[in-house]
């Protein structure tokens, strides 16, 4: 088989085996994992597949394509955590491998493998492979629209350093397409990236026209062909009501924060530098001067991904709401930037000094102390106490009953080696060494770092919550979460459709004439607004979660 075969079963061997296992190893986690769960469970349940549900009511937040994989593979596999995050697991797999063919074609299989590498070995990418959450294939969908328009117009301007094979027009369209499937994710900030990102390389280009309008009208006219698909079957079947609320939410997530989710202007730049490490060191150093890069196609590529970074970071910098997968589109573009230098140092163009050791040393120890200090600290719960004084559900939650043995400190011992390994090889310029040993070890410190603490992280979280709806399972009854938001009551209960639309009324569940037991879910601190309520009675309490119960009048 020719190298280039080779290279992608490897990659396809190497994300089996880091993405696949442990998928179903704990539980959902509020809010995300479990709102997109519960999303696609009612989907299955309910039979409609054009309509988003949650709590068996219309959901206008997120549009459906992301709901039909995990439904799909919930048809298959069965409701449950594996098949929840398993579309991310195949969606690792295949990043790698679209990294891999835009390197080689780019440069060469070497730089392939490099991007690919650095995307394997950091550790938001490879944590965002082992979730639930939307983001990664709204990122693919986008990069590759992306990617499809760059491909066009080099093809129109004649570019030289590549070979493109298809026309002008199939690239734009395949792009148009992609962007399309990207809006069906997650929302039109999928066009709303790729837009501004063709805008800013515009203006780089001092105005000058590299696109022409015709094919720009194609490139919006193939997205809003697949949108339509999805946009256009629901307003026939159902009225525009439902269309109306879903661009409504879109304008309101930007304008506003939600509950929680608010944060400082630098949020995205830490969230990148320490998320994406050690992609991020690397990455950071192209954004000074570097080696000449003669290939043209290289040089304006470069361009298109710098682009992308500002783009993305400076919009979610933007955005009220402050939340980590926000900015995760970023992650293509900086582990492509750090290949550039890997790659530089491969060919001993680049000088192994300055931010590089630098960032490592910084970035990478702040990863040591972590999983050094974490079961240190859960052994000696009484450290923290003092420190979450002022929230009584935080002290509640050091009561968990998690078992740490102090070997899970090994993790950082592990991160550590690496480091001091990577950084001796790097110094002396053996980067064919240097280069898997960082990023190979820092997947493989993730993937020991899920398996030894995760669960005991989720223990005191929210585990105490989710074990008792998941008593309630096939009981006859109804289940309220108060004074907090919460997503895990619907999919671990396993609630069926609602029969009586009252039961949607808290205060009907609290005061009315219920006609099935009630349980209440509540926390540490909020428990005083049930005093009012004396036919409720607590019946249990675990970890700051207060469990209470209200029986059907006069039984």
């Excluded at 394509?65 to 409701?79: E, K, P």
């Excluded at 693919?140 to 760059?150: A, D, K, P, V």
């Excluded at 080696?291 to 919009?315: A, G, H, S, T, Y």
């Excluded at 509640?396 to 991160?415: K, Q």
């Amino acid at each position: 088989m020719s190298p280039k075969r080779n290279h992608i079963l490897l990659l396809i061997l190497a994300g089996a085996i880091f993405y696949l296992p442990f998928l179903g190893g704990v539980h959902l986690f509020d809010w995300d994992e479990i709102n997109f769960a519960e999303i696609s469970r009612e989907m299955l349940l309910l039979k409609d597949y054009l309509r988003v549900y949650v709590n068996f009511e219309p959901f206008w937040e997120k549009p459906p394509l992301f709901f039909w994989l995990q439904s799909t593979c919930m048809a298959l596999l069965g409701v449950g955590e594996y098949a929840a995050r398993l579309p991310n697991a195949i969606n690792g797999i295949l990043s790698l491998i679209l990294v891999y063919l835009i390197g080689t074609r780019l440069y060469h299989p070497r730089f392939g493998l490099l991007w690919a590498t650095a995307w394997f070995g950091s550790v938001l990418p490879l944590l965002y492979a082992k979730s639930g959450i939307i983001d990664p294939w709204f990122n693919y969908f986008i990069f590759l629209g992306l990617y499809g328009f760059i491909l066009s117009y080099w093809k129109r301007s004649g570019k030289s350093g590549i070979t493109l094979s298809r026309s002008a027009w199939t690239y734009l369209i395949l792009g148009g397409l992609a962007i399309g499937l990207g809006i069906l994710t997650k929302g039109p900030v999928a066009f709303l990236i790729a837009a501004l990102c063709i805008g800013v390389y515009w203006v780089l280009q001092r105005f000058r026209w590299f696109t022409h309008p015709g094919h720009w009208l194609v490139f919006t006219l193939s997205a809003a062909a697949v949108m339509l698909v999805w946009y256009g079957l629901e307003t026939l079947k159902n009225g525009s009501w439902f269309i109306v609320e879903f661009n409504k939410y879109q304008y309101r997530l930007f304008s506003t924060p939600d509950a929680g989710h608010k944060g400082f202007p630098g949020y995205h730049f830490a969230v990148l530098l320490v998320g994406v490490f050690p992609a991020s060191i690397f990455a950071v150093r192209t954004f000074f001067k570097m080696p000449d890069e003669e290939n043209e196609i290289r040089q304006d590529f470069k361009k298109w991904m710098k682009i992308l970074f500002w783009v993305v970071l400076i919009l979610f910098s933007i955005v009220q709401s402050k939340i980590v997968h926000y900015s995760s589109m970023c992650y293509f573009p900086m582990t492509y930037l750090a290949a550039i230098v890997l790659n530089q140092l491969w060919e001993e163009r680049m000088a192994w000094k300055g931010w590089l050791p630098v960032g490592l040393i910084g970035v990478g120890g702040l990863y040591v102390l972590a999983t050094i200090a974490l079961p240190w600290l859960g052994m000696h719960p009484e450290v923290l106490r003092p420190l979450l004084a002022a929230d009584p559900f935080g002290v509640a939650n050091l009561d968990a009953e998690v078992t740490w043995t102090g070997w899970e400190a090994l993790v950082g011992v592990w991160l550590l080696a690496i480091l001091v390994s990577s950084l001796r090889a790097f110094k002396r310029k053996d980067n064919r060494t240097g280069v898997p040993i960082l990023f190979v070890g820092t997947a493989l410190f993730v993937l020991f770092t899920l398996v030894a603490s995760i669960r005991n992280i989720e223990g005191y979280s929210q585990r105490a919550a989710i074990e008792f709806y998941q008593e309630r399972q096939g009981e006859d009854c109804y289940v309220q979460p108060v004074g907090f938001k919460s997503y895990a009551h619907l999919f671990y209960t396993r609630k069926q459709p609602v029969t009586n639309p009252a039961s949607y009324d808290q205060d009907w569940l609290l005061s009315g004439a219920i006609d099935k037991p009630t349980y209440f879910v509540t926390r540490i601190g909020k428990e005083d607004r049930f005093d009012a309520y004396p036919d409720i009675r607590e019946i249990g309490r675990k970890n700051g979660f207060i469990f209470l119960k209200r029986e059907v009048p006069g039984q």
